[in-house]
Each structure stands twice: as C-alpha cells, then as structure tokens.
C-alpha cells in the first residue's frame, strides 16, 4: 500500500492516518510505535550529552555476545525495556544486551508485539562522537494475547515481520521506519522534541559504486568475497569504499545513496558476527521494502529461521543488483 505522504507531516500523524487503512486495528502497533518514538528521543538527548554527563566509557561487565558493555548501551537498554513494558503492547523483547528474552511482567498486560533490538549498534564509536544508532524488528505474536509469550514467538523467520526500523544518532538524529506502506525517514527536531517526515518512500538504487566491508579481514574471507571485493576495484567501474563501523550507519548511508554492505563469514567465524534477530532481520526487511536485498551469501536473510535468539549470520546487504553479482561469487563456498 504505497501513499503519498507530505513532508513535514508528523510521525504521530503518519502512524494515525496509516492505522487508517486497516480497519481490524486495535491501536496497539501506534502506542508501540510512539513508545519506540519515546525511548528514542531520551536516548538522542543522552547521546548528545555523554561525555557532559559521566556516560562515556564501559560498565566494566561483558555482555552475552562476549563485548565490553558500554554506559550508554546499559542506558540504552534500560530506556527501551522501560518504555516498552508499560503500554500493553509488547508480550517480548529480544535485546542484544540481554542473554534471556524479557518477558512483560504480569502486571502489565501482554500485548501483542514482540520487539527484537539492538538498542546501541556501534558501541565502539561512542566514546569518539561518531555516529550509532538504534536497530528495532516487530513480529505479531503467535501466542495468544493476554498469556506470557514464548520462543515460538521470536523464532521465525524474518518474513514474518511486519514492522522493522532504526534511529541514527548522528549529525541529527533520524528515524527510519518501514512497514507494508514503504520505507520512511523522520527527522528529530530537537527544539521541539517531535519527529517530522524528512525522507518520504525511500528506494534503494539497485547499483552504485559504493561497497562498505571491513577489509583488513580480506585473507580470513571466503573465496567467493575476494572475487567479489576484485571485481569492484576493477578501476572501470569506479567504486568507492565506505565504513564506519557502525552497521546502521553504514547501512543507512547505503540505502539513501546506494552502496552494498558486506560482513561475511571468515575462516575463524565462518557464521558471520552480526546477529540475525535484531540486526540482519531488521536491515533486510527494510532494504527489501526499499526494493532491495540481503543474503548471506547463498539463502535471503528474510528466510531464514533462527534456532536461537543470539544466532549470528554472515550478511550482504544492499542494492538489488549488487547482491545478485556477490551471490553468484560467494554461493559455491562454504563462507
Ligand atoms: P555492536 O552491536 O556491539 O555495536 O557490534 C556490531 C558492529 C556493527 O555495528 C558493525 O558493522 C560491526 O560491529 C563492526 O565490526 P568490525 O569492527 O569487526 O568491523
Ligand atoms: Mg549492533
């Protein structure tokens, strides 16, 4: 359902007058949607004064991934968790930060929605003022409503979403939302705290001549992505190189101006680094909505099925074409 939406409108509005178009709506994915909206903007205003407010540096403890945990990622999860768990909306959130699934506790009631989230990506740019963002996946649950939900609930493949999105907090901070109505940008105006529409139906540009992938890993990859990585230094055809170490961030910058992004399997990981829930999933659901596409190099990131909420996958992600060509490259190895 594409519409046609005035810069400028609102989040609110938008949200509002896209419930519109489904009648059996309940109003619980826009209280979702606003609470997100809610946790961040707390957590836009704490970006902007960590290193003014004691936040920069880590916790001192590891998370489940094994990573230094960072002030800012404890704020960030606290934030989300916090903001979700009240509204009646949510029955689970899967966070990055978190070894277990967070469940809504009796008291409040157990929504429909389940929330996967890495609630600061690019942890290792904080401390140097360079841009993170906030990665968010929804599926409806399976489970009934009202009972506490299960890992059948996040345990699907990412097809089954119907909401993902993230915020970049950067030279602004902008939220990116898509859903069955396109791929949507909202900018923060932090003079009035309200997030307005900035970039309306986004597409990805199915080429370019941008690739992002951390190369100093170049001899650990696969045969398949060093083929690849040559032919776009073919100087005919004038690619650039982008990274910044931040997936959103990278990410984001590829899908406005198009580009392909690459972490894929090495010979000490061949499963990849970044994680499927909360990460890939999210990321491929709005490139795909955007009109462009993510693999791991033999099998659509939105087909696969996790096996656990911490599940790592090797991605390659962006325009259409760009994906095509690594597939054909990287699909006859193992990594
Ligand atoms: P994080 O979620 O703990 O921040 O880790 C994921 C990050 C991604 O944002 C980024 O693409 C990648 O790790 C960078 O890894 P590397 O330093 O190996 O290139
Ligand atoms: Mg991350």
Redesign the pocket.
């Known amino acids: 359902m594409e519409r046609v939406f005035e810069e400028g409108t609102t989040i609110d509005r938008f949200l509002l007058d896209t419930a519109a178009d489904f009648p059996e709506s309940t109003g619980q994915f826009v209280n979702l949607m606003q609470s997100i909206v809610l946790a961040g903007k707390m957590i836009s205003a704490r970006v902007n004064r960590a290193g003014l407010s004691g936040l920069l540096g880590g916790t001192g403890e590891v998370n489940v ?1 094994g ?1 230094f945990v960072q002030l800012l990622d404890e704020y960030a999860n606290n934030t989300f968790k916090r903001a979700l768990e009240h509204g009646g909306h949510t029955c689970m959130i899967v966070s ?1 930060e978190d070894e277990a699934p967070t469940l809504v506790p009796e008291r409040f009631h157990s929504g429909r929605y389940v929330v996967t989230v ?1 609630p ?5 740019n904080i401390d140097v003022n360079v841009t993170i963002g906030t990665i968010f996946g929804i599926f409806a649950r399976k489970t009934p409503e009202g009972t506490a939900a299960t890992l059948e609930d996040a345990l699907r493949p990412g097809s089954d979403l119907i909401a993902a999105g993230y915020i970049v907090y950067g030279s602004g901070t902008l939220l990116v939302l898509a859903t069955d109505h396109g791929v949507h940008g909202f900018s923060l105006d932090p003079s009035v705290g309200e997030f307005f529409l900035s970039h309306n139906a986004i597409r990805v540009p199915e080429r370019s001549t941008t690739y992002s992938i ?1 190369e ?2 170049r001899e650990q990859f696969g045969e398949g992505t060093r083929a690849y990585l040559d032919r776009l230094k073919d100087p005919a055809r004038k690619y650039g190189s982008r ?1 910044i ?4 961030a ?1 990410f984001h910058r590829n899908l406005l101006k198009g580009g392909v992004f690459l ?1 894929p399997g090495t010979a000490k990981s061949p499963g990849g ?3 499927l829930l909360y ?1 890939a999933f999210p990321c491929a659901y709005i490139v795909e909505k955007a009109g462009g596409a993510a693999t791991n190099g033999k099998t659509r990131i939105l087909d696969i099925v996790p096996k656990e909420l911490h599940d790592r996958v090797p991605l390659v992600i962006g325009g259409k074409a760009e994906v095509e060509e690594a597939t054909a490259l990287m699909s006859p190895f193992p990594y």
């Not at 600061?120 to 290792?124: A, K, P, V, W, Y």
């Not at 170490?245 to 959103?248: E, N, Q």
């Open positions: 991934q990573e990055e890495d600061l990506d690019g942890s290792s951390n100093a890993y990274y170490g931040t997936l959103v990278d972490y680094k970044l994680r990460e």
